[in-house]
């Protein structure tokens, strides 16, 4: 009896160690730390540019496109999403949609390797008998877009304060050289003919390496046209033709990893933008954005988006200064980080002091400390953003 228990005992802590050795296994490890799930959550940030390298569509509420809002790049939506097309076709992180109502679902024309593609979307609710694959898991916690947008807003109106040496002379606003630039336009101005104008040798890719912010203030609840491609010329070509040159494009110019760093910023929007092409992102987090036709090359931040144009995928590359106001680097769902450390600044107020920081040619600073995307095969849940 007593040989018999111990033959048993020998038995089970052999099988034991063999279930720990194998789940142990790096490659087990490796797969069991990337399987999406009910419990993830976003934790890259609420900060307009992270938002930028990331997202194609970013909407606290719903994105109603007909069959021509084909979008190559992930999505939030923080209310319905009614596409007659797919989207991420070229997605670097999952997707979030609070309510499917209908969709092709993730589009599959792009199959590079680096980054790495990701089809997860979490979702809170889908229509009765769907089913769009294992990759969609029901995880409607995954993003707070509520929380996201009151810190978005403040970043929109900081960003049409940042002061900048660059100004309209002569309806013309000259790129060129290592400045980034910011300018804030009264919304007047789209009415008139200020041009922005970029003479510099490298061309379109002079967008990849350098900001252009243009900040339109005064709209409100006024419903406004805007063409974000015949107001710019590069070296005398049109955005347009010139986009098509642009280095590193990819997937027939619908996508390019190196970068679109030329921003349309509207803070005090509330009505409807009917944008007629669009070269660059467009950040409007208050009004309701309505795509005539054509396509886009940049993401959209928005209260909702409407119509139908095609979304090309162009992530930013580098990172907007947005003053003093709330940047929302600080962990999503809590008030302050754990990672982030604090120090006082003379009138009180905290700053933080752990973001890496490099001078530039001007005296001024930028941040270094941006992670390249995740190229691991099988992983998605932890690319971050794409980094000058």
Request: aromatic share 8%; hydrophobic share 30%; proline share 3%.
């Amino acid at each position: 009896m007593k040989k018999t228990v111990t033959k048993r005992f020998v038995a089970v802590l052999m099988a034991f160690i063999m279930v720990c050795t194998f789940c142990n296994r790096p490659e087990n490890v490796a797969k069991a730390a990337t399987e999406p799930s009910q419990e993830d959550r976003y934790s890259q940030g609420y900060d307009i540019s992270s938002i930028l390298k990331q997202f194609q569509y970013f909407t606290s509420g719903d994105v109603t496109m007909n069959s021509s809002g084909h979008t190559v790049g992930a999505v939030v939506v923080g209310g319905k999403l009614d596409l007659k097309n797919t989207f991420g076709d070229a997605a670097i992180v999952p997707s979030y949609i609070k309510n499917v109502v209908s969709t092709q679902g993730v589009g599959n024309g792009w199959h590079g390797e680096e980054p790495k593609k990701c089809d997860t979307v979490y979702y809170g609710e889908i229509p009765s008998g769907s089913s769009f694959g294992s990759n969609w898991i029901q995880n409607s916690n995954y993003i707070n877009t509520e929380e996201a947008f009151e810190s978005i807003k403040k970043q929109s109106v900081a960003l049409s304060e940042v002061d900048s040496a660059i100004k309209v002379v002569d309806g013309i606003i000259t790129c060129s050289g290592n400045e980034d630039i910011y300018v804030t336009l009264d919304c007047t101005a789209l009415k008139s003919d200020v041009k922005i104008v970029v003479k510099d040798e490298s061309g379109i890719d002079w967008f990849k390496n350098h900001i252009l912010c243009i900040s339109v203030t005064g709209v409100k609840e006024t419903e406004i046209t805007f063409d974000g491609y015949s107001r710019i010329k590069i070296n005398d070509v049109s955005l347009d033709e010139a986009l098509v040159k642009m280095s590193g494009s990819d997937y027939n110019n619908q996508l390019n990893f190196g970068g679109m760093n030329l921003i349309w910023n509207f803070p005090d929007a509330t009505g409807t933008i009917k944008a007629q092409g669009l070269g660059g992102h467009l950040v409007a987090p208050s009004a309701t954005v309505d795509f005539q036709s054509g396509n886009y090359e940049g993401g959209v931040i928005a209260k909702s988006i409407t119509g139908g144009a095609e979304g090309h995928f162009y992530p930013m590359s580098k990172t907007l200064k947005t003053g003093d106001k709330d940047s929302g680097e600080t962990e999503p769902g809590s008030s302050e980080s754990s990672s982030t450390e604090k120090s006082s600044t003379e009138d009180g107020s905290t700053e933080d002091t752990s973001t890496e920081k490099s001078s530039t040619e001007d005296g001024s600073t930028e941040d270094t400390s941006t992670e390249k995307p995740s190229t691991e095969k099988g992983s998605c849940r932890f690319v971050k953003h794409l980094l000058h």
